[in-house]
């Protein structure tokens, strides 16, 4: 499908400006949330979260700024959010080191699975 390779690339461009120091998968391990800081920011953390999930049979990306000095959402700014899978049967992530690999397989079995592995890059 198109949106298997849509999903790799914005997979791997989260996963390569992340932050080394954390990344937060859920218990389902389909839900991955990574931070990252602004170009030439001298904060001490990061100000921008991105998350990728599944929601129903449907993967979307979002990308939302974190209250400033701590890891937590700011839920005062409004994130953006965008489809980038549909017919997804299963998305599941697994943390390795500095990388993080994904899998997804989509309900149509003729449909090639997504296999993909990012290394976060950032301190």
Same mark, same amino acid.
């Given at each position: ?5 849509? !999903?790799?690339? !914005? ?24 931070? *990252?800081?602004?170009?030439? +920011? ?6 921008? *979260? +991105?998350?990728? *999930? ?6 979307? !990306? ?19 959010? $965008?489809?980038?899978? +549909? ?14 690999? $994904? ?8 449909? $090639? ?5 990012? !290394?976060?890059?950032?301190?």
């Amino acid at each position: 499908a198109a949106d298997g390779f849509l !999903v790799q690339r !914005v997979f791997d461009s989260v996963c390569r400006k992340a932050s080394l120091r954390k990344c937060f998968i859920n218990d389902a391990a389909d839900l991955l949330e990574v931070y *990252y800081w602004d170009k030439a +920011s001298t904060a001490e953390t990061p100000e921008n *979260y +991105s998350r990728i *999930y599944l929601q129903g049979t449907n993967v979307f !990306v979002e990308h939302g700024k974190l209250t400033a000095g701590t890891w937590q959402i700011n839920q005062q700014i409004s994130p953006s959010r $965008m489809l980038i899978a +549909s017919d997804v049967e299963r998305l599941f992530f697994e943390p390795q080191e500095r990388a993080i690999r $994904m899998y997804l397989t989509y309900q149509d079995k003729t449909v $090639m699975p997504v296999v993909s592995s990012a !290394v976060r890059r950032n301190k």
